[in-house]
């Protein structure tokens, strides 16, 4: 997803340091945090260096840890969770690692203010997160909380719903632009119409949900947040040209397609309608036709997902001229039964599955 939260964080203003396969570098404030974790669609979470230094092994992680200045962002009488990702040779258990860390900030707070904060599992507090690998430790504020994928607007699912962040991924990465038509047929519970619609008015994702961890960190300006959250609120589009259209053969993925869609406050643009995929309106103009079918768990041997795929190919191929065509998938067998020539084939993973959306020109 990278390359599309790069283009994101360019167009909000900040330059990138440093790209990393599966995040990026910038530099900021604590406040800067506030505007990225309200707009940034394709962002799992937004995390703030505190400190970056060497440590072989935990006694030392503990040692350097302490020299923090927690009781500058923690409140003694809060609540700290400790996150973490871990490949150093002496530890064989990350919560071993994340108990060192979370002893480290109570000590340093108790030692300094003569209390002590609560800790747990609980993302919907203060957030610390620790990145340890090999000798290089680096420990951050994580401003997010809970994953900025989940915006809070999916309050029924269907089947297993597609992630947040890769809806709007999909989004990003295809040439549909606002004005456009986008269609959406086997849409399950609407996530990828629904990302689609809030791009088409411009309506910042991280106003869906009230909670973040910054929110949590000692000094947090609770004017500036209310102040910035009022502008986001009035700088989107009001009205779109296009249409977008989202189908499924089944009536229980519409109805929570539906519902979905009217929590984001976007189900006054999405046309569901509850029909086969062959039966999808397909209006004339610009636009494009999303689909992400099943994957199948055996590849190769499932003869039913392969009639699905070749009837999608057809579907393209006789309905679709002058759009462009898309299929999230990540059984790459079965995607050669579209049977039509790919335009570009894009790496994207749906948690740790190896997926591809393949696009076509559909002349």
Request: glycine share 8%; with cysteine.
């Amino acid at each position: 997803m990278t390359p599309y939260l790069r283009k994101e964080v360019e167009d909000l203003g900040f330059k990138v340091d440093h790209e990393r396969l599966a995040g990026l570098e910038i530099t900021g404030s604590l406040n800067d945090c506030m505007k990225l974790n309200l707009c940034l669609s394709t962002a799992h979470r937004v995390h703030f260096l505190l400190k970056k230094f060497e440590a072989h092994n935990a006694d030392q992680l503990h040692e350097k840890l302490v020299s923090i200045p927690w009781e500058e962002y923690i409140d003694r009488s809060g609540y700290v969770s400790v996150t973490s990702f871990i490949k150093n040779k002496t530890i064989d258990n990350t919560q071993f690692a994340q108990l060192k860390v979370k002893d480290a900030i109570v000590d340093r707070i108790r030692q300094e203010t003569g209390a002590r904060p609560d800790s747990g599992s609980d993302l919907n507090h203060t957030v610390v997160f620790l990145f340890w690998k090999n000798e290089e430790a680096m420990v951050y504020l994580d401003t997010s909380g809970e994953s900025i994928s989940r915006r809070g607007y999916r309050v029924q699912n269907h089947t297993a719903p597609m992630q947040e962040t890769l809806a709007a991924t999909i989004v990003q990465a295809s040439k549909w632009e606002p004005g456009q038509h986008f269609v959406n047929p086997m849409c399950g519970s609407g996530t990828i119409a629904i990302e689609a619609a809030l791009k088409a008015l411009n309506k910042p994702t991280g106003l869906l949900r009230p909670n973040y961890g910054i929110k949590h960190i000692l000094g947090f300006d609770v004017g500036e947040w209310n102040s910035l959250r009022t502008d986001l609120k009035y700088q989107g589009n009001k009205d779109f040209e296009g249409r977008i259209l989202a189908t499924d053969h089944d009536r229980r993925a519409i109805q929570a397609a539906q519902k979905n869609a009217k929590t984001a406050g976007v189900d006054h643009l999405i046309e569901f309608k509850v029909c086969d995929f062959r039966e999808t309106e397909i209006p004339y103009g610009d636009g494009v036709v999303v689909m992400n079918p099943p994957y199948g768990e055996r590849i190769g041997h499932d003869q039913q997902l392969e009639s699905l795929y070749t009837a999608i190919g057809d579907f393209f191929k006789q309905d679709c001229s002058g759009k462009w065509g898309y299929v999230f998938t990540g059984n790459f067998d079965l995607a050669k039964k579209v049977g039509l020539r790919t335009n570009q084939r894009i790496e994207l993973y749906n948690s740790t599955i190896e997926c591809r959306l393949l696009e076509y020109e559909l002349y």
